[in-house]
């Protein structure tokens, strides 16, 4: 998949994961999937399920949050959190599910998509950006926020791929004043 020249939209679609891991908003608590009916509308209104698919049950709720916060702790990893081998497990285990595969068309066409149908295959449809932005580094730029009380997930557009905060404005400021907080009452 080729990158991205719009330098406002993350590469190979790395957006929609991005949107996936914010459905929970950590700071304020609201959740879009805090029901499967509300991963079927999210999936849905996104084209990753198509018209007819089954509804999604208890089962798939579970993964695509467990996925969800895989993606986050991956996405900590990339801005200075610990490694998370689990998280990758999870990512091999939705991937496997959703049978996604490579698939080689004429003219050298090759594509990178999943043949299980409904929710696992929705799922892993989600992983297909993450493996074109690991095979080009474009991944180390998919980051949760540091601050504990955000996590945010977002595209680290700075030239040296320095980025922490999801905002400077708002969780940059917040830390900074944390730290001269405990600075200057010690």
């Not at 998949?1 to 993350?10: D, G, K, L, Q």
């Not at 050298?108 to 950006?129: C, D, F, H, N, Y």
Request: charged share 25%; glycine share 8%.
């Amino acid at each position: 998949m080729p990158v991205s020249r719009n330098p406002s939209h993350p590469p190979h679609g790395l957006e929609l994961v991005i949107h996936f891991v914010n459905t929970l908003d950590v700071e304020s608590g609201t959740d879009e999937l805090a029901s499967a009916e509300g991963l079927a509308s999210w999936m849905s209104e996104r084209n990753l399920l198509g018209p007819g698919s089954p509804e999604p049950d208890a089962e798939d709720h579970a993964e695509a949050i467990r996925l969800r916060e895989a993606l986050r702790a991956l996405m900590l990893v990339n801005n200075g959190g610990a490694e998370d081998e689990q998280a990758a497990l999870l990512l091999e285990h939705a991937a496997r599910r959703g049978e996604l595969g490579v698939h080689f068309a004429p003219g050298a066409a090759v594509t990178l998509a999943p043949e299980a149908q409904g929710i696992a295959g929705a799922l892993a449809r989600l992983l297909v950006p993450v493996a074109h932005a690991l095979v080009d580094g474009t991944w180390q730029r998919v980051k949760a926020c540091r601050a504990d009380d955000c996590h945010w997930a977002f595209y680290d557009r700075s030239r040296n791929r320095s980025g922490v905060w999801c905002e400077m404005a708002v969780c940059g400021n917040r830390t900074k004043v944390r730290a001269y907080r405990d600075r200057t009452t010690r």
